[in-house]
Each structure stands twice: as C-alpha cells, then as structure tokens.
C-alpha cells in the first residue's frame, strides 16, 4: 500500500511533513494572488500561471523525497534547492505582473524564513544579493530602463534591501541558539542515561529497573499482556572474592552482565539488582517463556571462562521467576521471584525455579548442582 509519508524510515518522514509545511506557504502564496485578482490587481492569467508552476514544483520536489533522490545530496531537506524554486517563481510572476510586488515583497520573508535554520549564513546572503539583484532587475526591465523608474517599486527595493541583512544577522543568531539548545539536550539526555547505569556493570541500575517495571505494570493492566520477572544471583559469590579478591571479583561481575546484555531483546530489561544480585525484565512473555529464558542464562553463565582470573572453576547462577499478577504492587512481583530465588538455592543452586505452586510439573525440568 502507497504511503504519502514512509513511516518505516523516520528521517525521511520528517523531511517530507516539513517539506509539506513549506508547500502550504506555496499554496498560500497562490491565496494572496487570488485575493490580489478579486481586488483587480493582478491578472487572472498571472494567477493560473503561477498556479501551475507552484503546483508543478511541488509535485516534481515530492517526487524526489518520495523516490529517495534527496539523500545523495549534502542536504537530504534540499532547502537551498526549494529557496531558490521559490524566489524564481515569485520573480517571474513579478515580471509578467507588476500588481503582485506587495505579495512578493510579503512572501520572499516566508521563504528565507524557511532556509534561516538549514542554511548557514554565507548561503543566505548569496542568495539575498541575488534575490535583490533578481528584483532590481525585474524593476528596471519592466519600467522603461533606469531613466524612468517606478518610485514605489524602487522604495519597495530599499525597503528590503536594507531589512533582509538584518533577517540574516537574526536567523545566525536564532541557528546558533537552535544548535546550542541541541547540544545541551543531547548532554542532558547522556547524563540521563548514565545516571541510569550501573557503575560497575554499565546495566541498568535499580532505579533504571523499578521505571521498567512501573511502566510493564501499567501496560499489562492497560493492555492485557503478560512480563516476567526474573531475580539472578550468582551462586557462592563470596567464595569467588575471597579466592581471587574483590577487583576479581568485580570482574566477573562485568563480564557475567556483558554476556547476559547481549541475549537481550529489544523490548526486555536488565539490570543490577545489588552486589552480585541481577534482575531481567522480560516483556510480553508468560511464565514458561520467562523460565526457558532463565534456564539459557544459566547455561550462558556455567560456559563463561574466567581461567584468566585464576578462577578454577566457572560460575553458576541461581533465578527466581514471577509472571506479574494484575493488581499487585511491583515489589510483590519481586518478593514472589525472590522466593522463587530462595527455593532454587534451598534445591542446590544452579537452578531455575517459579514461584510455588504456578507451574507445578515444572520440577522435572529443574537441573541440580552441587551446592
């Protein structure tokens, strides 16, 4: 199915509703020259000839964002090429009619308006000379040479020649206030996302999890679909600190939440609950999903190679796992999974476990370790 705007690509989504913003200054433009028409100041034949070229422009400029031509341009927005488009087509109208120069004057604001934020301030004022060049010469063309010029015409010409410098000075002021306010958003949202972090671990830390899990909650409620929580401990985690020392230690830390990290789908959480305690989000899934997945954690963790630590054995990982229940509270949901955790130490570590009672035959697919 044809799609005006192409929702699956974002910035080229964005560049054609903005060009659609700027095509309906086009089409007020042909508004004003109607108006001018109704007043008996224009011609009706300049207005279809305008009508006619705008629309073409207009059709020809979708043509080329819609096709993807835009991108192979240092500008995908092509907002020098729709400037220029724009101050062309109001100048030939101007020169085939001299009733439309208060619309031009009113008009040609529009546009550079249009290009003070995409244009840096060199462009702008080569296109202004040549748009005051352009209006000059249209003055002098269709005013019997410069022995006998039109004294409104000419003080319309001075008017915007000594204004448009001005536009310019504030539309560079106005793009570098654009660009600062840019950059300190995307500063804000770094230190956004740091404090979000684990220190050590660079997963989501408890605060980052809780945000998670209120936002789960309120989707399940609203929308009827399942998440899974999953409390991960790793097993005998002092041992591992008192053999080979904390930095070790920390170590396998990052390690064990890199490899974990990478399993992760787009639409699921995980994070550092505490100390050597984690604890993984996983969205749209029922109970059985959530233990399949935690049964390849633990698989992931006993495979992880720690010989250059001087660990002589790897890690094991006992989880907890809790289907939200509508209507509880987040940290019921927890309190459930982290029962869940304590069973699967009581079993012998290394092991997943549900919580008591929700999948009663899961217990045959329960693996065992040495304690």
């Not at 659609?20 to 000839?49: D, E, H, K, N, P």
């Not at 020169?95 to 004057?105: M, N």
């Not at 020649?161 to 958003?185: C, E, F, K, N, Q």
Request: with cysteine.
């Amino acid at each position: 199915m044809f799609e005006i705007v192409p929702k699956s690509e974002p910035k080229q989504a964005h560049r054609i509703r903005r060009f659609f913003l700027a095509s309906a200054f086009s089409l007020m433009y042909l508004v004003s020259l109607a108006a001018c028409y109704f007043a008996g100041v224009v011609r009706s034949g300049t207005v279809l000839q305008a009508a006619a070229i705008v629309l073409f422009i207009i059709a020809a400029f979708y043509v080329v964002f819609r096709l993807g031509f835009n991108r192979n341009y240092p500008d995908p927005s092509l907002t020098n090429g729709q400037l220029t488009a724009s101050v062309v087509t109001m100048l030939y109208i101007l020169a085939i009619d001299r009733g439309s120069r208060e619309v031009f004057c009113a008009f040609v604001y529009v546009a550079f308006m249009f290009g003070m934020l995409r244009l840096s301030t060199r462009k702008l004022i080569v296109l202004a000379g040549a748009t005051l060049a352009g209006y000059g010469a249209v003055i002098l063309a269709t005013d019997g040479g410069p022995a006998a010029p039109r004294a409104p015409d000419m003080l319309s010409w001075v008017l915007l020649t000594v204004t448009m410098p001005w536009m310019i000075v504030i539309g560079g002021y106005v793009r570098r206030l654009r660009s600062d306010l840019v950059s300190a958003h995307l500063r804000l949202e770094d230190i956004e996302e740091q404090a979000r972090r684990d220190e050590l671990t660079g997963v989501y830390n408890r605060r980052a999890l809780m945000a998670v899990l209120s936002q789960e909650k309120r989707r399940t409620e609203r929308a009827g679909r399942p998440f899974v929580v999953c409390v991960i401990d790793i097993d005998h985690f002092k041992n591992v600190n008192d053999s080979v020392g904390h930095i070790a230690g920390d170590e396998v830390l990052q390690r064990f939440a890199a490899s974990v990290s990478h399993t992760v789908r787009e639409i699921d959480t995980f994070g550092r609950y505490g100390g050597e305690e984690f604890l993984h989000v996983l969205a749209e899934t029922s109970l059985r999903g959530g233990i399949a997945h935690a049964d390849r954690i633990r698989d992931l963790a006993q495979r992880l190679d720690f010989a250059s630590l001087g660990l002589q054995r790897g890690i094991t990982v006992s989880i907890g796992v809790a289907e939200y229940m509508p209507g509880e509270s987040i940290l019921d949901t927890i309190g459930r999974a982290d029962a869940a955790l304590y069973r699967a130490k009581q079993a012998g570590r290394n092991c997943t476990m549900p919580t008591a009672g929700e999948v009663d035959d899961y217990e045959e697919a329960v693996v065992g370790g040495a304690a």
